[in-house]
């Protein structure tokens, strides 16, 4: 076989086998939502109580993508991401034979460190294997995971937690355990299958890492060149003296803010304040994510097409229409059901365009395959920080002010976001040839 020919094959297989490896993190996530009304239910535990839970979790996951994203980069992706599969798979399992509420915290407390490993990880071997030039496209097709992977895993659970078909003895903790089998057969298939990057299986590696030496690190007017973050404590250093990856870094947090209040939220306030059947608001609410995948494909394609592989201006411009979306929506929902349908539908489409873009992408630009995972677990960490705080906004808005105040409240966080990247609107990574053509920021 062609070399040619072997590294497409592997390509397709490493999108492929990755983007499964994500998708079924969700399996160990999204299972939580569903078991927390049962976990009232048969165990008697308040509100409150499970919320701290879910606390611990959010801040592990959020602290814990700094952390990851940079041993990533050290160790490679197979052994960190490896291993965080196998631990959340053995606390999934635990999660399913523990019930006190204090083995419920630990366990959601290293739980969410696992499932931290993820998308740092995944991103840097995606990096590993695909151009600058060509990741628009194959990140926008490769970031539905979390969103189709999702919706999935949230059907897969409640199947397991409520249908008494298999194992009825098991009760509610089915929820916990049949996710965390399914997800050892998928860590199994990424271990065995994923190879870090080309040169793991007699391949050249991309040419960007040849390229690497003129990233520009810090300010990108700067005229002398800096090397590419590498390993270790340098990579921090460079990251961190890097423009770029701040400004992405404070624009995911206002839009991981808004993306967690919809997500978690929506079923409530469609109850609340359209009366909404709890049915009809969860059917409905979950077009946010069904139909929003379909703008980080549009995000891709804009990236590539469009705007030559620059990311913030298309960034920039979804976030003004997921502005103007949230400011339609009050209206739009007053019509009737098919008008909030479709209103949610466009806000789920441009929030996860940016989405997508900008944690994957962007991310993989800045940091290039050497330190694109330390680059994206750090624009992560900082944008879950917004997903921590979510709860908090919702509910004080809505409480003193109503649902629609809130809307609102997106609408200027948006354009706060939108602003933000749009500092960087010509900005193009250092290590691009032809580099001279293109301007920087002023």
Not at 119 to 125: M, Y
Not at 132 to 152: D, I, P, Q
Request: hydrophobic letters at 45%; aromatic letters at 14%.
């Amino acid at each position: 076989m062609s070399e040619k020919r072997s590294r497409r094959n592997w390509r397709y297989r490493v999108f492929a086998l990755t983007w499964l490896t994500y998708a079924g993190f969700y399996l160990c996530r999204k299972n939580i939502s569903v078991e927390i009304p049962l976990l009232q239910r048969h165990l008697g535990y308040t509100t409150d109580q499970l919320a701290q839970v879910v606390f611990v979790f959010s801040l592990l996951y959020a602290t814990g993508n700094f952390v990851f994203g940079i041993l990533s980069d050290r160790f490679g992706a197979r052994v960190v991401v490896g291993t965080g599969l196998f631990v959340v798979v053995g606390i999934n399992i635990l999660l399913g034979l523990q019930s006190s509420l204090f083995a419920l915290t630990l366990l959601a407390l290293v739980g969410g460190a696992g499932q931290a490993t993820g998308w740092s990880g995944l991103v840097k071997t995606m990096a590993c294997w695909f151009k600058r030039e060509e990741r628009g496209v194959v990140m926008g097709w490769w970031g539905t995971n979390y969103v189709l992977g999702g919706s999935a895993a949230t059907v897969f659970a409640t199947f397991a937690a409520t249908s008494h078909t298999f194992f009825p003895s098991l009760g509610w903790r089915r929820g916990f355990i049949f996710p965390a089998v399914l997800l050892f057969c998928i860590a199994m298939i990424f271990v065995f299958g994923v190879p870090n990057k080309p040169s793991d299986v007699g391949l050249a590696d991309i040419e960007e890492e040849v390229q690497d030496k003129n990233f520009r690190a810090g300010d990108e007017r700067s005229s002398q060149p800096r090397e590419t973050p590498g390993r270790g404590s340098g990579a921090v250093r460079e990251l961190l003296t890097h423009r770029a990856v701040w400004v992405i870094g404070v624009m995911y947090f206002f839009l991981e803010l808004t993306r967690y209040s919809f997500l978690f939220w929506l079923p409530l306030y469609m109850t609340e304040r359209l009366r909404y059947s709890p049915g009809d608001a969860g059917y409905t609410s979950s077009l946010y994510e069904l139909v929003g995948f379909l703008g980080a494909i549009v995000a891709g394609y804009a990236s590539e097409r469009l705007f030559q592989s620059r990311r913030f201006p298309v960034g920039c411009i979804m976030l003004c229409g997921l502005a103007a979306a949230s400011l339609m929506q009050p209206y739009l929902a007053s019509l009737g059901p098919v008008f909030n349908a479709i209103g949610i539908s466009m806000i789920g489409i441009m929030t996860y365009g940016p989405d997508t873009l900008m944690s994957g992408a962007a991310a993989q630009d800045i940091g290039s395959a050497r330190a694109a995972a330390t680059a994206a677990g750090f624009i992560d960490g900082i944008g879950h920080i917004g997903e921590i705080a979510s709860p908090f906004l919702v509910a004080y808005v809505t409480t003193r002010f109503g649902w629609d105040v809130l809307f609102y409240i997106f609408v200027l966080l948006s354009l706060i976001g939108a602003g933000i990247l749009a500092t960087h609107w010509n900005y193009v990574p250092g290590h691009v040839k032809n580099q001279e053509s293109v301007s920087t920021p002023g």
